[in-house]
C-alpha cells in the first residue's frame, strides 16, 4: 500500500495503475512508507525532499522539489488554442485537470491555462488534441465537470482581490473545457517553508493571514466557499504577496450541494465537510474556511499538520483535544496569535469566528481572543445569566407598560409627516455597503417606534461625487431634504438649513460625550456632528525598534528621539488636513515642522517612511497597508485637540410636523444604537459619541484601547 502525497488516500499501487483512485494524481515518484509521525516538521519529513510533480493549478517553474514528468497524453509543447495560446510546458496535473504555461500571442505574456481533463474518465490518443470520454456511461459525469469548469471560471473572473488568482478568459475546444489564469512566478506556501528551512515568523503569518482573510471576505460576500484552503493552494512570493488558487472543490453557490469533485485534505478539511451538505441544516459557510485558514496557519508557525477533524471531533466528545495550542510547540508564537488560531480551528462551529472580518480582526489584535476553553465557559455563564436577565426584562416590561397606558397617546405619537433623509457614500464598495446597511437598519428602527406610527421616512444615499450637485440642485428646486448630512460647512446649499440648537439641547451630556464642547464650538451652528477624530501618530515597526507599549510622546522631541536620536534621520509624513490639531497639541511643533515631510501619505503606507502624523481615520489604511508591522501611539499631552467629523444639518422652511420628526431623527443618529451601527459594526471614519459605544470601542478595537484612555484630555478646534 502507498499513500497519495495530494489526497493523503490510501491505496493499492497494483491496482491502481499509476493513478490514485480518489484524486487521480499520477504518482511515479510515490514513496512506500507505513507510518509517518504528524508531529515531524514537514522540512524533516524525509518524505519530503522527494516529493512527485504537485498537482497544483500553478507551479512556480523551476522550482527545485519538482521534476517535469512527460505524459503522451498531455497537449504537445506548440499546440495552439483559440488562435491565441500556445502550449509551452505543463506546470502540474492532478485529478480533473492539466495545467500548462502558455504563451498568450495576443499580448505576447505568459498565462497559465487549466484543461478539465479528469483522470480515469477521459483520454487522449498521443500525438493528438481532442479526449475522448473512456465510456458512454462516464459521459454524465465527464459533462458535469466540463460544465462546472465554466461556471467556476465564470464567477472567480468576477472577483477583484489582489489576493484571488485572476482569471482572465474560458473557453470550450478538443471536446473540453479551458480556463485562462494569470501566470505566477509564486511558490506554494509549503515550499516557501521547505525552501527556507523554517517556520513562519509570527509578523509572516499575520501579514499571510490578514491578506487571505480579505480575500476570503470577497469570496464570501458573493457566495463562494473554497473548500480548499491548505498550504499548497495558497501561493506567495518573496514581497510577501498572496495569492489563493484552485476553485476546483469550491461550492460556487448557496444551491450548489454537488460533492462530486471534493477532495478532502486530512488536517485541513473541517468537521462538517465530511458530511453531506443538508439544506435545512446547511453546516458549510464561511467558518469552513475558516477552520481551514486557521490550520494552514498552525502549519505555517509549527510546521506541523493539525490532527485529522474527524479525530478531534472525537476527542471534542469527550472534553479533549490532540492538537496542542501553537505556542506550546513554540514559545516565540504570541499567546494571542496562538488563542486565534485554536479559535479558527474550534470543532464547534459555534465557537469558530463566524466570517473572515473576524478573524482578520483577531490576527491585528482588534478583537480579544480567549482560549477555546475559556471562551466555551464564559459563554455558559453568559448564557445563563442571560436567562435572569430575560425574566427581569419581561417583569420590568409589564410593569412599564401599566406607566406606559397612563400617558395620553396624542403626546407619545408624532403627528403625520412625511420626511426624508440624504447621506453621502464613498471609499470601497464594501465600506459603502456597510453604511447603506447600517443607515437602513437606523431607520428601520425608528420606524418600529410607536412614536414614529405616523410618520414616512424615505431615505436616498448619493455617491459623494454627486453629492453636493444633488443637494445645490434640491435647494434651487425648494425640495431641500429634511435631514441631510453635511459635507462643507460653507457649501452654497447650507444657506437653506436651519439652526441645530434644539437637537443638541435635548442631547443629555450623561449619555454623550463631548456635546458640551460642540456648544462652546457652535453656538449657533448649523450643522451636528455624530462623531469625532484624534491625533495620532502612526510608527513603522520595521524602522523603529524602540517597543511601541512603552512609547510616550508628549513633545515632538519625543517622536524625534526615539531609537537613540536616530530618528531624527528619518522621514516623517505629516497629513497636511491635521497640520492644526499637531500645531495646537504639541507646543513645540513649529521648532519641528520644517523637518515634517508633507508627501502623499502614501509614502508612509508604501513602508518608506517612519512615522506618520495623521488621525484615527486613517487606522484601517496603515493597517491595511502594513499589518502586523504598525503602531498607534496616542498624543500624551495634557490637552489633546480634536476634531468633529460626519456632521448633520436638518432643513429650513419645513412644517411643524415635520420640524418635529426630523429634529428626533437627527438626535436618533447619537443614541447607542445608531452610533453602534455606524461605527463599531462598519469600517467608516469616525469615532463614536455615545459613551457606551466609545467605551465598547477599544474592547472591540484593540488598538484604539490605548488612545481612548487620553478621551479625558480632549479639547476640540473650530472647523471654521
Not at 463562494?224 to 469550491?250: C, L, M, Q, T, Y
Not at 469527550?318 to 510547540?329: A, K, T
Not at 417583569?395 to 403627528?415: D, I, M, P, Q, T
Not at 443637494?471 to 431641500?480: D, I, P, T
Request: glycine share 6%; aromatic share 10%; net charge negative.
Amino acid at each position: 500500500m502507498i499513500r497519495c502525497r495530494h489526497c493523503h488516500n490510501e491505496f493499492d499501487e497494483k491496482i491502481a495503475m499509476g493513478v490514485c483512485p480518489s484524486c487521480g494524481t499520477v504518482y511515479e515518484e510515490e514513496v512506500f512508507f507505513d507510518d509517518v509521525s504528524e508531529t515531524i516538521p514537514i522540512w524533516d519529513n524525509p518524505i519530503s525532499d522527494e516529493r512527485e510533480e504537485r498537482v497544483s493549478d500553478f507551479s512556480r517553474e523551476g522550482a527545485s522539489s519538482r521534476q517535469e514528468k512527460e505524459d503522451p497524453r498531455w497537449l504537445q509543447k506548440g499546440v495552439i488554442l483559440k488562435n491565441r495560446y500556445m502550449v509551452l510546458k505543463v506546470l502540474g496535473a492532478g485529478g480533473f485537470g492539466i495545467t500548462y504555461k502558455v504563451l498568450d500571442k495576443k499580448t505576447n505574456s505568459h498565462k497559465a491555462m487549466k484543461e478539465y481533463f479528469q483522470q480515469g474518465v477521459v483520454n487522449r490518443i498521443p500525438g493528438t488534441t481532442e479526449i475522448l470520454v473512456s465510456t458512454p456511461k462516464r459521459r454524465e459525469e465527464f459533462e458535469y465537470g466540463r460544465a462546472r469548469l465554466l461556471n467556476e471560471a465564470q464567477i472567480v473572473a468576477r472577483f477583484q482581490s489582489s489576493s484571488i488568482v485572476r482569471v482572465e478568459d474560458y473557453f470550450e475546444e478538443n471536446n473540453t473545457a479551458y480556463m485562462i489564469m494569470e501566470y505566477l512566478d509564486y511558490t506554494t506556501l509549503e515550499d516557501y517553508m521547505i525552501q527556507n528551512k523554517r517556520p513562519l515568523s509570527p509578523e509572516e503569518a499575520i501579514n499571510i493571514g490578514v491578506k487571505l482573510c480579505d480575500a476570503l471576505e470577497e469570496l464570501h460576500a458573493k457566495g463562494v466557499i473554497h473548500r480548499d484552503i491548505s498550504p499548497d493552494n495558497i501561493f506567495v512570493n518573496p514581497e510577501g504577496k498572496v495569492k489563493i488558487i484552485d476553485f476546483g472543490s469550491a461550492r460556487l453557490s448557496k444551491e450548489d450541494t454537488d460533492d462530486r469533485l471534493i477532495v478532502l485534505k486530512p488536517g485541513f478539511a473541517p468537521p462538517e465537510q465530511y458530511e453531506k451538505i443538508d439544506p435545512k441544516n446547511d453546516k458549510q459557510q464561511a467558518w469552513t474556511d475558516i477552520y481551514a485558514l486557521g490550520a494552514t496557519l498552525y502549519l505555517a508557525l509549527t510546521g506541523i499538520v493539525p490532527a485529522e477533524a474527524s479525530d478531534r471531533k472525537a476527542d471534542f466528545d469527550n472534553n479533549q483535544d490532540r492538537v496542542c495550542y501553537p505556542h506550546e510547540i513554540n514559545q516565540n508564537i504570541p499567546e494571542f496569535l496562538s488563542n486565534t488560531i485554536m479559535t479558527a480551528m474550534a470543532i464547534n462551529i459555534h465557537e469558530r469566528f463566524k466570517n473572515a472580518t473576524e478573524l482578520r480582526q483577531a490576527l491585528l489584535q482588534e478583537k480579544k481572543v480567549h482560549p477555546v476553553e475559556v471562551a466555551r465557559k464564559n459563554k455558559k455563564i453568559k448564557r445563563a445569566a442571560g436567562i435572569a436577565a430575560c425574566f427581569v426584562a419581561v417583569l420590568l416590561a409589564v410593569l412599564g407598560g401599566v406607566r406606559w397606558f397612563g400617558v395620553k397617546r396624542e403626546h407619545a405619537v408624532l403627528k403625520s409627516a412625511s420626511i426624508s433623509v440624504w447621506y453621502a457614500l464613498d471609499g470601497s464598495e464594501e465600506v459603502q455597503k456597510q453604511k447603506t446597511d447600517a443607515m437602513n437598519d437606523i431607520v428601520e428602527q425608528i420606524r418600529q417606534s410607536d412614536r414614529f406610527s405616523e410618520v414616512k421616512i424615505d431615505v436616498r444615499s448619493i455617491p459623494e461625487d454627486q453629492y453636493a450637485t444633488e443637494l445645490m440642485k434640491a435647494e434651487k428646486e425648494g425640495k431641500m431634504p429634511s435631514v441631510f448630512e453635511s459635507l462643507g460647512e460653507n457649501d452654497s446649499y447650507m444657506k437653506d438649513a436651519s439652526p441645530v440648537k434644539n437637537v443638541i439641547d435635548r442631547i443629555s451630556g450623561d449619555d454623550c460625550y463631548f456635546i458640551k464642547d460642540y456648544r462652546k464650538v457652535y453656538e449657533d451652528g448649523k450643522r451636528i456632528p455624530t462623531g469625532f477624530k484624534m491625533p495620532v501618530i502612526y510608527i513603522n515597526l520595521r524602522t523603529i525598534s524602540d517597543k511601541p507599549d512603552k512609547i510616550t510622546i508628549e513633545r515632538l522631541e519625543d517622536l524625534f528621539a526615539l531609537d537613540g536620536g536616530e530618528m531624527a534621520n528619518k522621514p516623517v509624513v505629516l497629513n497636511k488636513e491635521d497640520e492644526e490639531l499637531f500645531r495646537q497639541s504639541f507646543p513645540d511643533y513649529d521648532d519641528y515642522a520644517s523637518s515634517l515631510t508633507e508627501d502623499d501619505k502614501q509614502t508612509f503606507f508604501d513602508g518608506d517612511a517612519a512615522a506618520l502624523l495623521s488621525d484615527t481615520d486613517d487606522y484601517l489604511e496603515v493597517r491595511s497597508s502594513l499589518p502586523g508591522y504598525f503602531a498607534m501611539i496616542p498624543v500624551s499631552t495634557s490637552h489633546v485637540k480634536c476634531s468633529f467629523e460626519n456632521y448633520w444639518s436638518l432643513a429650513d422652511g419645513q412644517s411643524e410636523n415635520q420640524r418635529a420628526a426630523a429634529e428626533e431623527v437627527l438626535a436618533y443618529l447619537l443614541s447607542n444604537y445608531a452610533q453602534d451601527r455606524l461605527y463599531l459594526q462598519t469600517d467608516n471614519g469616525g469615532l463614536p459619541m455615545d459613551k457606551a459605544g466609545l467605551e465598547a470601542y477599544g474592547e472591540v478595537r484593540h488598538a484604539f484601547s490605548r488612545v481612548l484612555k487620553k478621551k479625558d484630555s480632549i479639547t476640540f478646534k473650530e472647523d471654521k
